[in-house]
């Protein structure tokens, strides 16, 4: 009997989980992989399209280069997942049948019922979001003069806010622009959660940057331009970008799974509370013991090879592996700057410092890209992608 095994999504879950069922899977399953559109973004890299659209060639690949020719891809909007019927709803296209899936449609932005947040601000989701916010903010700059420059205004300062702001610090800077840049986290410090110094590290690139920085006052509401604090005086914007929390993706809404915040939990093993549903990245809480796997890239990663190899004993009645993230280390750009925090060693090397920058850091940073690229393309579209990353 033929197994139809389907992949939901194309962020590093996806593409990840796809590379291995491939080599997985044997000839009496059928994969199918669907995403709404047709390759893969480095997505950790996509604020880099904020300064330079043209970065969008180096860090987008196309599903054909993914996908073995014996994969089905479907590029169509996932709308529901129905567990009693076992079909996945499109927005365009008939239902599509599965017998296992994973579900591995990453997350879209929470604005946490802030009034007016979500009809005033941009997000950084995707590759249009980022070539929207370069339109945004090159069409405010036009405008703007130096006695009045524009005010651009990101909103949350974990790494999506932190790396548009350098971004767009960069941008500034390369054509002259009139801009001033604020960058506003409702808690105590920059980079939330993480070590003081790798936070300190960051706040002294951002000011260095010329990044105006607001802590530790939450905003309470947006309008078409200027922000409301809990505490401060109101800021103005003509650009407001939002990078302040994620939720899990309205497609599965209904579906009859367990779920916080729209996210699938799920086990170790990346199994749901349907056995046939497993889900990894965004779109998942994974437990981890104390707390669940974070929604990074770098766990999105490791994650992949596992779920894909689970999916492929629960097809032979195997029992299923469980999964361990393991923390390789923090690195951040802020325009062409980077800090690295609690990297592991390498072949043996300990490091010095805990925390660093300058061109080892930048170059790392770099590397992890272009590793990611070579593995799930080609070592050679790693190479063209190096000046871009």
């Known amino acids: 009997m033929t197994e139809n095994v389907i992949v939901l999504g194309a962020g590093y879950a996806g593409a990840g989980a796809v590379n291995t069922l491939q080599s997985e899977l044997d000839d009496d399953a059928r994969l199918t992989w669907i995403?709404?559109?047709?390759?893969?973004?480095?997505?950790?890299?996509?604020?880099?399209?904020?300064?330079?659209?043209?970065?969008?060639?180096?860090?987008?690949?196309?599903?054909?280069?993914?996908?073995?020719?014996?994969?089905?891809?479907?590029?169509?909007?996932?709308?529901?997942?129905?567990t009693d019927e076992q079909v996945i709803e499109l927005a365009d296209g008939e239902d599509v049948d599965y017998d296992y899936v994973l579900v591995a449609l990453g997350s879209q932005t929470a604005y946490y019922g802030i009034p007016g947040l979500e009809e005033?601000?941009?997000?950084?989701?995707?590759?249009?979001?980022?070539?929207?916010?370069?339109?945004a903010v090159a069409q405010a700059s036009r405008d703007a003069t130096r006695g009045d420059?524009?005010?651009?205004?990101?909103?949350?300062?974990?790494?999506?806010?932190?790396?548009?702001?350098?971004?767009?610090?960069?941008?500034?800077?390369?054509?002259?622009?009139p801009l001033e840049i604020h960058l506003v986290e409702a808690l105590e410090e920059i980079f939330p959660g993480n070590d003081p110094e790798i936070q300190q590290a960051l706040r002294d690139l951002l000011q260095d940057a010329g990044v105006q920085i607001h802590t530790d006052d939450p905003i309470t509401e947006a309008d078409d331009d200027v922000i409301h604090f809990d505490e401060g005086e109101p800021l103005s914007h003509d650009?407001?970008?939002?990078?302040?929390?994620i939720t899990g993706r309205d497609a599965l809404d209904d579906a009859d799974l367990e779920k916080e915040h729209n996210r699938v939990n799920t086990g170790a093993n990346f199994q749901t509370s349907d056995e046939r549903v497993f889900a990894i990245g965004d779109s998942a809480i994974i437990d981890q013991g104390d707390r669940p796997a974070p929604p990074t890239a770098q766990a999105a990663w490791?994650?992949?090879?596992?779920?894909?190899?689970?999916?492929?004993?629960?097809?032979?009645?195997?029992?299923?592996?469980?999964?361990?993230?393991?923390?390789?280390?923090?690195?951040?750009?802020?325009?062409?700057?980077?800090?690295?925090?609690?990297?592991k060693?390498?072949?043996?090397?300990?490091?010095?410092?805990?925390?660093?920058?300058?061109?080892?850091?930048?170059?790392?940073?770099?590397?992890?890209?272009?590793?990611?690229?070579?593995?799930?393309?080609?070592?050679?579209r790693a190479r063209k992608a190096w000046p871009s990353l």
């Open 302 to 343: 490791q994650a992949a090879d596992v779920a894909a190899e689970n999916i492929t004993r629960a097809i032979q009645n195997r029992p299923l592996k469980t999964w361990e993230h393991e923390d390789k280390g923090t690195v951040v750009s802020v325009g062409d700057k980077a800090v690295a925090h609690g990297v």
């Open 345 to 380: 060693p390498a072949f043996g090397i300990s490091l010095p410092v805990d925390t660093f920058g300058g061109a080892p850091a930048k170059n790392l940073k770099k590397g992890i890209a272009a590793r990611w690229i070579a593995d799930v393309s080609s070592m050679n």
């Open 239 to 245: 650009v407001l970008v939002w990078t302040g929390g």
């Open 35 to 82: 995403a709404d559109v047709d390759y893969h973004l480095v997505l950790h890299e996509s604020h880099r399209v904020i300064r330079d659209p043209d970065v969008q060639s180096d860090i987008t690949i196309p599903v054909e280069e993914i996908a073995a020719p014996s994969t089905r891809f479907v590029e169509d909007e996932v709308t529901g997942l129905d």
């Open 149 to 177: 420059p524009a005010q651009i205004v990101i909103g949350g300062a974990g790494l999506s806010g932190i790396q548009t702001a350098g971004e767009i610090a960069e941008f500034r800077d390369q054509h002259r622009a």
């Open 120 to 135: 005033h601000s941009l997000t950084l989701k995707s590759l249009d979001d980022a070539l929207e916010i370069h339109e």
